[in-house]
C-alpha cells in the first residue's frame, strides 16, 4: 500500500509513559484524526484509508508495540496501552480517533481517560459482554511458537468466525492456498511479527466492560459490516444502548476488514461525513449504505 500517499508519509515518536518511544506515520491536512490499528495488524495496512481521508484530515497511524514504528514487545496491560495512546494524543493533538477491532475497544478505553471529542469505532469486541470465540487460541499459539504461520493464520481466521474473505477464490482450500503464498519469504516473517502479538492484545481486552463506557463523553460512530460475526455485531448493539452520544452506521456487503482490506474507501467515507457534518448519517450519495440512528 505504499504507493497510495504517493511518498507523502511523514513520522513521529513519543514517549510513553514507561519510557518507551511510541511511532506514527502520518499524512495529509486539517484536524488530526488518530488511527489505531486492529490486532494483527499495523499503521501501514491503513494506508489506503488515510488516502482517502488526506484531503480533510492530517491522518496520524499510530502503531501499537510489536509493529513497525514501534518495536517494543506487545503489552497485555491495558494500562500500558492507553498511556501509549495518550502520548501520541499529546503529541499530535489530536482529538478525534477511529479504531478498528481491538483498536476501537483500546480507542474506547482511552476516551473514558483522556479528552476525545468525536470517537469513531469499527467493530469493538467485548469479550466479558458478547463473547469472543477462544477455543482455537492453544493450537494457535503453538503454531506461532513452532513458526507456522500460514497455519496460525488460517487458524485464527476459523476461529473467529472470519473465514475466507469475499475477494478470496470461494473455498477454504483456495483461501489456505493463498495464505500459504503470501507467508513466505520476509513478508511471512513480518506476519508472523503480528501474529505474536495477538494473545497479549485479548489479554487486554478482558479487562474491559461495556459498562465503563457509560461515561464516554465523545460524539460516537460505531461501524459494523452486515456480514460479521453475530458477537461482532451484537458489541456494536451493546455500546450503542451504553453510550450517551453514538449512532451506529451499517456497511452493506462488508465484514470485519472492510478498513484495512475490502472497502477503505467506503469507511473513509462514512468517517468524513460524521467528522464535517453534524446532521444524521442519511445521505444516499455517500459510499456507506444501511444506516441506523
Not at 465503563?212 to 460512530?221: E, I, M, P
Not at 448493539?237 to 450517551?244: G, M, V, Y
Amino acid at each position: 500500500m505504499n504507493g497510495d500517499l504517493n511518498g507523502e508519509i511523514t513520522r513521529g515518536t513519543a514517549e510513553s509513559r514507561d519510557g518507551t518511544s511510541i511511532g506514527w506515520e502520518q499524512v495529509g491536512t486539517g484536524a488530526p484524526l488518530l488511527v489505531l490499528h486492529g490486532g494483527c495488524r499495523a499503521a501501514e495496512h491503513y494506508r489506503a484509508m488515510a488516502a482517502a481521508l488526506a484531503q480533510t484530515n492530517t491522518v496520524v497511524l499510530m502503531d501499537r508495540r510489536g509493529r513497525g514504528n514501534t518495536p517494543a514487545p506487545a503489552s497485555s496491560d491495558i494500562e500500558t496501552i492507553v498511556d501509549d495512546v495518550a502520548c501520541v494524543l499529546a503529541a499530535t493533538g489530536a482529538t478525534a480517533v477511529f479504531g478498528h477491532s481491538a483498536g476501537a475497544l483500546f480507542a474506547l478505553e482511552s476516551a473514558i481517560r483522556y479528552h476525545v471529542d468525536s470517537l469513531i469505532l469499527y467493530e469493538p469486541p467485548l469479550p466479558n459482554d458478547t463473547g469472543i470465540p477462544k477455543g482455537w487460541m492453544s493450537a494457535f499459539e503453538r503454531d506461532v511458537a513452532k513458526g507456522r504461520t500460514a497455519r496460525a493464520m488460517l487458524r485464527m481466521a476459523s476461529g473467529l468466525e472470519m473465514g475466507p474473505p469475499k475477494w478470496i477464490p470461494t473455498g477454504f482450500l483456495a483461501f489456505g492456498a493463498w495464505i500459504s503464498g503470501m507467508t513466505r519469504g520476509a513478508n511471512g516473517a513480518e506476519i508472523l511479527g503480528l501474529l505474536r502479538t495477538l494473545p497479549p492484545e485479548i489479554a487486554a481486552a478482558e479487562s474491559c466492560f461495556a459498562s465503563a463506557y457509560s461515561n464516554v463523553g465523545a460524539r460516537t460512530l460505531l461501524i459494523r459490516g452486515s456480514d460479521s460475526p453475530r458477537y461482532l455485531r451484537d458489541a456494536v448493539d451493546l455500546l450503542r444502548q451504553t453510550i450517551p452520544d453514538s449512532t451506529v452506521l451499517e456497511l452493506d456487503g462488508q465484514a470485519h476488514n472492510a478498513p484495512d482490506m475490502t472497502a477503505p474507501e467506503a469507511v473513509a467515507g462514512g468517517i468524513r461525513h460524521f467528522l464535517t457534518d453534524r446532521r444524521p448519517l442519511i445521505d444516499t450519495e455517500s459510499p456507506c449504505s444501511g444506516i441506523h440512528a
